[in-house]
């Protein structure tokens, strides 16, 4: 797949944005500029440029800002959890599904949060980090298993998405090339055409040829909010997001067509075979959100929202590809969600010591699913209704924070064979308390204790941090209630017991910064899919050079973890299952190898520009993480730099 127009373009812009960023400002120190009076006085005051009515957990919000997450080598968007203590990422390839564990809990017990619901998809619970762009994202929030989220999720992940609100216009595009044709392009703009009307865009595109047969990788994103704020204490917004993917699904190297100990073999796309060479899939995707916030005192906000969503998913087996394999499928899924949700965030000062927030939230939702198979099987469409509430009461007092919330959930049924009206509402309580010692101004403890009636997960943690140090440990303990398909096909009985321990520290000294995260599970016998100890290790160097234009580091970055039993994607179901599922003439299923990656990279930036060179496997080892999956090998002469990334803000 050639992209020479778009290498042209690049590498104009880039030497552009040199001839620019030479004589740009000091990076560190203040700068006198004159202001524009538009962008004090004639912009309206939004009430949605503040994240704070946004936030899941609003007294305490744990966040990755987009600062931080810039300056990090990651492959792909979902590669920055990795740095994250608890969460596991099983690397597949770009564009792929790329499942995310977190804590032991399979991939689908996790919620993906934009614009306060779900992007997971209702048909078989996953997340498609592919509907979204890096640009987008100003802050991503983690509710760290504690489950105070309208939708039941274990855990939440939210994404608050970037706008900004200035009369200036704002004009950035990322660019990143990775080998075997990996080319990533995202631009966005964003100004107030008025001082009550505010206008954020973007479009992204990303495409893969890559390098085993059949896992090439297209998508097109475009996205726009419009704000519009008649006064200070009500807002209008209309948010639409699009999305159009098309992928390649080999479902890996089959173990049986080589020899996985052999690097040779293993890294030549002719010698190693994948299992499926002509299955793909094409997804498109459209969600629009609309709907209004209102202050109703100086720090509470009430949100009236109406939302649809509609997908398409075509999943195609040996038609007009190159590569037949002698099965056919042509199956079709469709789902659209529309509903309405409430939400109204309080917040009193009792007193100068004493403070008080409710949250409260309620959502109905109707969903259609409709399924087309090519098996012979006539179409059909299996219906839901949901309503969804949550009340959340949070009492601080000085340094002590103590919260408590009460989950209701019901559904009803209304299938081709089927139908049920609401004739139950389940309910699940939880609470937390946090404390936070404090023993200077730059010095701190913060100690946490959670409990989640679902699952009966309990969780403690500790984290102390000064200027030069930030550590904390955290024990985590729950148990299966009722599980999904996914635990049904590994036989897990009811109330299997899950624990284990994360491990994190960020060390600096002098100019160096040591990054450790690491995560002990202890074993029992339901949980051989997931590795017993893994975790991350980052060393950088960081300075600055040039009379302070150049802002940079340089590291080393290593993800490592034990032995543990592989899963096998299937691109029919868009499921993992055991290969033994799958393949009944393997006995046992793939064993993922103890190992670790070692990865070097550069980081500057300079003015208005964020750059990034990445130099990935550089001792040259065959790696995998899940199904045979090969990461990327080191490449030759010439070939070495695998990875090159700039971000450019160019009107501003």
Same mark, same amino acid.
């Given at each position: 797949?050639?992209?020479?127009?778009?290498?042209?373009?690049?590498?104009?812009?880039?030497?552009?944005?040199?001839?620019?960023?030479?004589?740009?400002?000091?990076?560190?120190?203040?700068?006198?500029?004159?202001?524009?009076?538009?962008? =004090?006085?004639?912009?309206?005051?939004?009430?949605?440029?503040?994240?704070?009515?946004?936030?899941?957990?609003?007294?305490?919000?744990?966040?990755?800002?987009?600062?931080?997450?810039?300056?990090?080598?990651?492959?792909?968007?979902?590669?920055?959890?990795?740095?994250?203590?608890?969460?596991?990422?099983?690397?597949?390839?770009?564009?792929?599904?790329?499942?995310?564990?977190?804590?032991?809990?399979?991939?689908?017990?996790?919620?993906?949060?934009?614009?306060?619901?779900?992007?997971?998809?209702?048909?078989?619970?996953?997340?498609?980090?592919?509907?979204?762009?890096?640009?987008?994202?100003?802050?991503?929030? +983690?509710?760290?298993?504690?489950?105070?989220?309208?939708?039941?999720?274990?855990?939440?992940?939210?994404?608050?998405?970037?706008?900004?609100?200035?009369?200036?216009?704002?004009?950035?595009?990322?660019?990143?090339?990775?080998?075997?044709?990996?080319?990533?392009?995202?631009?966005?703009?964003?100004?107030?055409?008025?001082?009550?009307?505010?206008?954020?865009?973007?479009?992204?595109?990303?495409?893969?040829?890559?390098?085993?047969?059949?896992?090439?990788?297209?998508? #097109?994103?475009?996205?726009?909010?419009?704000?519009?704020?008649?006064?200070?204490?009500?807002?209008?917004?209309?948010?639409?997001?699009?999305?159009?993917?098309?992928?390649?699904?080999?479902?890996?190297?089959?173990?049986?067509?080589?020899?996985?100990?052999?690097?040779?073999?293993?890294?030549?796309?002719?010698?190693?075979?994948?299992?499926?060479?002509?299955?793909?899939?094409?997804?498109?995707?459209?969600?629009?959100?609309?709907? =209004?916030?209102?202050?109703?005192?100086?720090?509470?906000?009430?949100?009236?929202?109406?939302?649809?969503?509609?997908?398409?998913?075509?999943?195609?087996?040996?038609?007009?590809?190159?590569?037949?394999?002698?099965?056919?499928?042509?199956?079709?899924?469709?789902?659209?969600?529309?509903?309405?949700?409430?939400?109204?965030?309080?917040?009193?000062?009792?007193?100068?010591?004493?403070?008080?927030?409710?949250?409260?939230?309620?959502?109905?939702?109707?969903?259609?699913?409709?399924?087309?198979?090519?098996?012979?099987?006539?179409? +059909?469409?299996?219906?839901?209704?949901?309503?969804?509430?949550?009340?959340?009461?949070?009492?601080?007092?000085?340094?002590?924070?103590?919260?408590?919330?009460?989950?209701?959930?019901?559904?009803?049924?209304?299938?081709?064979?089927?139908?049920?009206?609401?004739?139950?509402?389940?309910?699940?309580?939880?609470?937390?308390?946090?404390?936070?010692?404090?023993?200077?101004?730059?010095?701190?403890?913060?100690?946490?204790?959670?409990?989640?009636?679902?699952?009966?997960?309990?969780?403690?943690?500790?984290?102390?941090?000064?200027?030069?140090?930030?550590?904390? =440990?955290?024990?985590?303990?729950?148990?299966?209630?009722?599980?999904?398909?996914?635990?049904?096909?590994?036989?897990?009985?009811?109330?299997?017991?899950?624990?284990?321990?994360?491990?994190?520290?960020?060390?600096?000294?002098?100019?160096?910064?040591?990054?450790?995260?690491?995560?002990?599970? +202890?074993?029992?016998?339901?949980?051989?899919?997931?590795?017993?100890?893994?975790?991350?290790?980052?060393?950088?160097?960081?300075?600055?050079?040039?009379?302070?234009?150049?802002?940079?580091?340089?590291?080393?970055?290593?993800?490592? #973890?034990?032995?543990?039993?592989?899963?096998?994607?299937?691109?029919?179901?868009?499921?993992?299952?055991?290969?033994?599922?799958?393949?009944?003439?393997?006995?046992?299923?793939?064993?993922?190898?103890?190992?670790?990656?070692?990865?070097?990279?550069?980081?500057?930036?300079?003015?208005?520009?964020?750059?990034?060179?990445?130099?990935?496997?550089?001792?040259?080892?065959?790696?995998?993480?899940?199904?045979?999956?090969?990461?990327?090998?080191?490449?030759?002469?010439?070939?070495?730099?695998?990875?090159?990334?700039?971000? #450019?803000?160019?009107?501003?």
């Amino acid at each position: 797949m050639k992209r020479n127009n778009i290498n042209i373009i690049v590498i104009v812009l880039f030497f552009l944005s040199i001839n620019f960023i030479t004589f740009a400002q000091d990076t560190t120190k203040p700068i006198i500029k004159p202001v524009d009076p538009k962008d =004090t006085v004639y912009v309206q005051n939004f009430i949605l440029a503040d994240h704070n009515y946004q936030y899941i957990n609003k007294s305490n919000p744990d966040t990755l800002t987009r600062r931080r997450f810039l300056w990090y080598p990651a492959k792909s968007l979902e590669d920055m959890f990795n740095i994250v203590p608890g969460y596991y990422l099983k690397f597949m390839d770009i564009g792929q599904l790329n499942p995310l564990n977190y804590n032991q809990q399979t991939y689908t017990k996790t919620g993906l949060l934009r614009n306060g619901r779900p992007v997971n998809d209702p048909l078989d619970g996953s997340i498609d980090f592919n509907l979204f762009s890096r640009n987008e994202i100003a802050e991503i929030e +983690f509710s760290g298993d504690y489950s105070n989220n309208i939708y039941g999720y274990s855990n939440t992940i939210n994404v608050i998405q970037r706008q900004l609100f200035q009369f200036r216009p704002y004009t950035e595009m990322s660019f990143y090339q990775d080998r075997y044709e990996n080319l990533y392009l995202d631009a966005n703009f964003h100004q107030n055409f008025f001082r009550q009307l505010n206008f954020n865009f973007g479009i992204t595109k990303h495409s893969y040829d890559g390098h085993y047969t059949n896992s090439d990788f297209d998508k #097109w994103l475009g996205r726009f909010n419009l704000n519009f704020a008649p006064n200070n204490k009500l807002n209008f917004f209309a948010y639409v997001n699009y999305a159009h993917i098309q992928k390649g699904l080999n479902s890996g190297i089959n173990p049986d067509t080589v020899n996985l100990g052999d690097k040779g073999k293993v890294f030549d796309a002719t010698e190693a075979f994948v299992f499926n060479s002509d299955a793909y899939e094409i997804k498109e995707r459209f969600d629009v959100d609309l709907g =209004t916030v209102f202050k109703t005192g100086n720090n509470s906000t009430s949100l009236i929202q109406l939302f649809v969503s509609n997908s398409f998913r075509n999943y195609r087996d040996e038609e007009n590809r190159s590569n037949p394999n002698g099965v056919y499928e042509k199956n079709n899924y469709q789902w659209i969600n529309y509903g309405i949700k409430l939400k109204e965030q309080l917040y009193f000062d009792l007193s100068r010591t004493l403070k008080l927030y409710s949250n409260s939230e309620g959502e109905f939702n109707y969903t259609v699913k409709n399924y087309n198979f090519s098996s012979g099987t006539d179409p +059909f469409y299996l219906n839901t209704k949901n309503i969804n509430f949550i009340q959340e009461l949070s009492l601080k007092y000085n340094d002590l924070l103590l919260s408590g919330f009460v989950r209701g959930f019901s559904e009803a049924f209304d299938y081709d064979y089927y139908s049920a009206g609401f004739n139950s509402i389940s309910i699940t309580p939880g609470a937390k308390a946090e404390y936070k010692l404090k023993f200077s101004e730059s010095e701190n403890m913060q100690l946490k204790l959670q409990y989640s009636y679902k699952d009966n997960h309990v969780s403690t943690s500790v984290d102390y941090r000064n200027n030069f140090m930030n550590v904390g =440990t955290e024990f985590y303990y729950y148990k299966t209630r009722t599980y999904d398909y996914y635990f049904t096909l590994l036989n897990f009985p009811p109330s299997t017991v899950f624990r284990g321990i994360n491990l994190f520290s960020e060390i600096k000294v002098f100019k160096f910064k040591l990054a450790l995260n690491h995560s002990y599970s +202890f074993r029992n016998d339901h949980n051989m899919d997931s590795p017993e100890n893994f975790g991350r290790i980052n060393l950088v160097w960081e300075d600055n050079a040039f009379k302070n234009k150049l802002e940079y580091k340089i590291g080393l970055g290593t993800r490592y #973890w034990s032995e543990y039993r592989s899963l096998f994607y299937s691109g029919s179901s868009n499921m993992f299952q055991p290969f033994t599922i799958h393949l009944n003439s393997m006995q046992n299923s793939i064993r993922i190898p103890a190992n670790a990656t070692l990865d070097f990279y550069i980081i500057g930036k300079i003015g208005k520009a964020t750059f990034g060179l990445t130099l990935e496997n550089i001792l040259d080892r065959i790696v995998y993480n899940t199904g045979v999956y090969p990461f990327m090998d080191r490449g030759g002469f010439l070939n070495t730099i695998s990875r090159f990334n700039i971000t #450019w803000n160019f009107f501003d």
